[in-house]
């Protein structure tokens, strides 16, 4: 249960995008963000990991290699970030009535960390208290064609991206724990304007004017 989520006040409506590296996540955030305004809505897009002292942080860890750390102290700054994301950029955008598209949120923290050996129902639980969204879209591609694309574009996630490891990955998004169950998936192999359209038929029905 959503402690906050209870209260929840001023219509915002908060919509996810999901995926792999590659899935073309943010891109889709964009169009979607771009579509809201155009329809002259109120929208901000956000990301997590934040740019913020967490995500700062957490980014540091990627590029350096994460073997010192536990998977419970990774699941942890994940939760960190996310806390002072909700604090200082989600409950207010919400209360404030805006549209909010959050590139990754509480799945990747599922299934990221759950692919460390974390139980993913537990990381749901832990998450229990940050705003839920209305909605969520799953970007859905092979972990090999995810890989191909990252290092096509010379990402800088190395330290987060081998193959097994988003194998395990992949396995958990696409499977039945709480939080994936609900997520409406989307082939990513099909044309982003192709992509934004079946977004667009999803969120217009939860848009409020
Ligand atoms: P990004 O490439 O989308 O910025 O994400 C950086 C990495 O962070 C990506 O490999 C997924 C990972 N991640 C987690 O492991 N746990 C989380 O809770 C989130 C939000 C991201």
Known sequence: MCVWNEGRKGG????VIEGLDGAGKSTQADMLVERLKKSSFDAVKLKEPTNGRW???IRRIAEEGREHLSPDEEAELFIKDR???SRLNIIPALSAGKIVVMDRYINSNAAYQGALGLEPEMIFKKNAGFPQPDAVFFLELTPEEGLRRVNQRGAANAGFEKID???KVHDIFNGDAGGFKKMIRIDALKPPEKI???????VAPLLKK
Do not use: H, P, R
């Not at 915002?12 to 919509?15: N, T, Y």
């Not at 934004?196 to 999803?202: L, P």
């Open 12 to 15: 915002g409506v908060f919509i």
């Open 55 to 57: 995500g700062t942080e």
């Open 165 to 167: 490891y988003l194998k």
């Open 83 to 85: 806390e002072e994301d």
């Open 196 to 202: 934004a359209e079946i977004v667009w038929q999803n």
